[in-house]
T-cell receptor, first 115, second 111 residues
Framework: NAGVTQTPKFQVLKTGQSMTLQCAQD?????MSWYRQDPGMGLRLIHY???????DQGEVPNGYNVSRSTTEDFPLRLLSAAPSQTSVYFC??????????????FGNGTRLTVT | KNEVEQSPQNLTAQEGEFITINCSYS?????LHWLQQHPGGGIVSLFM???GKKKHGRLIATINIQEKHSSLHITASHPRDSAVYIC?????????????FGKGTHLIIQP
């Protein structure tokens, strides 16, 4: 099993550009999520999904869109990139939406710089 | 929202030393996660525990639910243990309220 696969690993965007961060998992997990990691802060939840066709906002959703058309894939779209979105992004999945007591499996991260 | 405090924020130690990283939180939880992140790398789940103690190799995690406190210990530390260690108290509800992440403890083990 590949686990959680994120692409790309690095990306540089200009302000106003759009892009999609890809995330795929092969563990048949129902729960998938996107986090951003910024210096001096803990991981913050952007969006999450408890199953195909179901998505919801996390703590910092503004400027991001998600969709979940299949169990395996959960792409994160930046609609119009801003320098404030410079961060490291992690996709994660879990077999249960009760993330408080089920292990999370993380991708390797995407380091995004917006100039 | 759960307030999570990790200490120390930074720790440099010599190879072979016994390491302790602490995590305190403010609200009752269903379980607590310990995660490891190597420089430039992904995040790996080390432990999930709701009571007592768990051990995996040289790593030991303990939790005291009544005192809202958890510790991660590393015995016979090695340079490959150098990483950021993150605690994340969790609730059974999931979603936006499921996990709160600490800011991490940056550990460097010198040979």
């Amino acid at each position: 099993n590949a686990g959680v696969t994120q692409t790309p690993k690095f990306q540089v965007l200009k302000t106003g550009q759009s892009m999609t961060l890809q995330c795929a998992q092969d563990m048949n997990h129902e729960y998938m999520s996107w986090y951003r990691q910024d210096p001096g802060m803990g991981l913050r939840l952007i969006h999450y999904s408890v199953g195909a066709g179901i998505t919801d906002q996390g703590e910092v959703p503004n400027g991001y869109n998600v969709s979940r058309s299949t169990t395996e894939d959960f792409p994160l779209r930046l609609l119009s990139a801003a320098p404030s979105q410079t961060s490291v992004y992690f996709c994660a999945s879990s077999y249960s939406q009760a993330t408080g007591n089920s292990p999370l499996h993380f991708g390797n991260g995407t380091r995004l710089t917006v100039t | 929202k759960n307030e999570v405090e990790q200490s120390p924020q930074n720790l440099t130690a010599q190879e072979g030393e016994f390491i302790t990283i602490n995590c305190s939180y403010s609200v009752g939880i269903s379980a607590l996660h310990w995660l490891q992140q190597h420089p430039g790398g992904g995040i790996v789940s080390l432990f999930m525990l709701s009571s007592g103690k768990k051990k995996h190799g040289r790593l030991i995690a303990t939790i005291n639910i009544q005192e809202k406190h958890s510790s991660l210990h590393i015995t016979a530390s090695h340079p490959r243990d150098s990483a950021v260690y993150i605690c994340a108290p969790g609730y059974s509800g999931g979603g936006a309220d499921g996990l709160t992440f600490g800011k991490g403890t940056h550990l460097i083990i010198q040979p």
